[in-house]
C-alpha cells in the first residue's frame, strides 16, 4: 500500500513539473534570445559608431589639410610678392634715393613754414622797452605792430621772448600781462627776426616807420644786427577743427 502511494506521488509530482516546465522553458528561452538580440544589436551599434567616428576623424583631417594647403599658398603668394618688392627697390636703388630725399626736403621746407622746427640764420633782434610813465608801457598792439612789419619786410622767422610766431598765433593783452601764444611774456620784449638782416633793419628804421612810431608812445627801441640768430620750434599743438582739405 505504502509503495502505491509513493508511485502516485511520484506520478501526480512528475505531471506536474512536466505541465509546468513548458511555459518556464518558453519564458527563459524568449528571454535569452532577446537578450541575444539585444546584444547583437549593442555591437553591431558599436561598430557602426566606431566606424562613423573614424569616418569623422578622417573627414577632419582632410579638412584640415586643405586648409593648411590654402594658407599655405596664401603665404606663399605673400612672400613671392614681398620678393617681388624686395627685387624692385634694389634695382631701382638711385630712383628710390633720389625720391626720399626729395620728400625729404619737401617735409623740412614745410616744417619751416608751419614752424615745427628750430631755425638758424642772420636777421636782426628787436627790444622793446617801457617807457618813463605809465602812459608809456609796452602793450599788446605794439607787439603785433612790430611783427606784422616784420612779416612785410620779409622775415622767414619770428620769436617774441622765445615763443615762435606762425600762422595761428596769438599776440593779446590780457589784464596786465601779455600773452603770447597763451604763454605769459613781460617787459623788455624781445623780438627776433631771421632774414635779409641789412633789408630787415632798413624796414624797421626807415623815417615815419615802426620805431618812430613806437618812440613817439615814449618806448625805448633798439635794434641790433646779427649774423647768426637761433629762433627755437612753436611748441604748441597745430590743429584744424573747422578746416578741411578741399575736394
Not at 11 to 31: D, L, M, R, V
Not at 154 to 170: H, K
Request: proline content about 1%; charged content about 25%; aromatic content about 6%.
Amino acid at each position: 500500500m505504502e509503495e502505491e502511494v509513493k508511485k502516485k506521488k511520484n506520478n501526480k509530482f512528475k505531471a506536474f513539473i512536466q505541465k509546468n516546465s513548458i511555459p518556464a522553458y518558453t519564458s527563459i528561452g524568449i528571454a535569452l534570445f532577446l537578450l541575444t538580440i539585444m546584444i547583437t544589436a549593442q555591437v553591431t551599434t558599436m561598430s557602426k559608431s566606431e566606424e562613423i567616428l573614424e569616418g569623422k576623424r578622417e573627414s577632419e583631417i582632410a579638412d584640415s589639410l586643405v586648409s593648411l594647403q590654402r594658407d599655405y599658398d596664401e603665404l606663399k603668394a605673400k612672400y613671392d610678392e614681398s620678393q617681388k618688392i624686395v627685387e624692385e627697390y634694389k634695382t631701382n636703388a638711385s630712383t628710390n634715393d633720389s625720391l626720399i630725399a626729395s620728400m625729404s626736403n619737401q617735409i623740412n621746407t614745410l616744417g619751416l613754414l608751419a614752424g615745427t622746427t628750430d631755425v638758424q640764420g642772420e636777421g636782426i633782434i628787436i627790444t622793446l622797452y617801457d617807457g618813463n610813465s605809465s602812459d608809456s608801457l609796452v602793450h599788446d598792439s605794439d607787439v603785433l605792430t612790430v611783427v606784422n612789419e616784420l612779416r612785410v619786410a620779409g622775415a622767414e622767422a619770428i620769436s617774441v621772448n622765445g615763443q615762435r610766431i606762425i600762422n595761428t598765433s596769438a599776440v593779446r593783452c590780457v589784464g596786465s600781462v601779455i600773452q603770447v601764444n597763451y604763454q605769459k611774456v613781460a617787459a623788455p620784449f624781445e623780438i627776433k627776426a631771421i632774414g635779409n638782416a641789412q633789408y630787415l633793419e632798413s624796414a624797421m628804421t626807415i623815417k615815419n616807420g615802426v620805431v618812430d612810431v613806437l618812440n613817439g608812445y615814449g618806448l625805448k627801441v633798439t635794434i641790433s644786427r646779427e649774423s647768426s640768430i637761433s629762433i627755437p620750434k612753436y611748441e604748441g599743438t597745430l590743429s584744424f577743427n573747422f578746416a578741411k582739405q578741399g575736394e
